[in-house]
């Protein structure tokens, strides 16, 4: 089977980007409008993309043709906002966040997901979150009918025991954060992992 990409509809090549370029970590970005609303949303098309300095990277879709969601207006606004990594416990609650939403209904009230004070930006983070990136917009990128938040990364709330803080190496079965499968429903686990050692 071959695909001519110049041949397909853009919702085509969503599906088949998003089916075969799996798993993808998600983003559950929590940003805040001007009236102080805060917003959550998740965000698969997402990564960390340096690391000097810290680059984190997300692609938020419309709302509508033209109408950008409520996440890129807001970071529009104010230039911040906190990646929010959820792990198996939080799958439901992060993907209940997804629902359409009017303007300035906050979907972290609607869950019963908690507002927690960020230590460098004024956006908060999702309390439960086992790991939150504080971060600001370095450029946001359109590409076509496109758009990719780049982020850099000012601050860091971990759940204690994920990382050994001597090391910052990852504690292996302490955070198991869920992945992206294929549209529209599927997601995995990340329990079961195995190691390759790299060639010296």
């Known amino acids: 089977m071959e695909i001519d990409f110049s041949t ?15 798993p ?19 965000f698969s098309f997402f990564n960390c993309f340096g690391s000097n300095p810290p680059v984190l990277a997300f692609a938020p879709g419309n709302k509508s043709p033209g109408l950008p969601k409520d996440t890129a207006r807001n970071i529009r606004s104010n230039r911040e906002f906190v990646v929010n990594m ?23 009230e609607a869950t ?13 983070r999702i309390a439960e979150a086992p790991v939150a990136f504080e971060c600001r917009e370095w450029a946001t990128l359109e590409i ?14 971990l759940r ?14 302490s955070f198991l954060p869920v992945g ?8 995995c686990r990340t329990g079961d992992q195995y190691e390759i050692a790299r060639p010296s």
Do not use: Q
């Open 8 to 22: 397909l509809r853009p919702a085509e090549c969503y599906k088949v980007l998003s089916s075969l370029v799996t």
């Open 24 to 42: 993808r970590p998600i983003a559950w970005v929590s940003t805040m409008d001007e009236a102080g609303v805060v917003n959550a949303a998740p």
């Open 86 to 108: 959820a792990d198996e416990a939080l799958a439901e609650k992060m993907v209940e966040t997804s629902a359409s939403l009017p303007h300035g209904e906050s979907e972290l």
């Open 112 to 124: 019963g997901l908690t507002a927690a004070p960020s230590s460098s930006i004024a956006v908060p």
């Open 144 to 157: 076509g009918s496109n758009r990719m938040v780049v982020g850099t990364v000012h601050h860091a709330h």
């Open 160 to 173: 204690d025991g994920i990382l050994n803080p001597a090391t910052f190496h990852l504690e292996h079965g």
């Open 180 to 187: 992206r499968m294929a549209a529209p429903d599927w997601y």
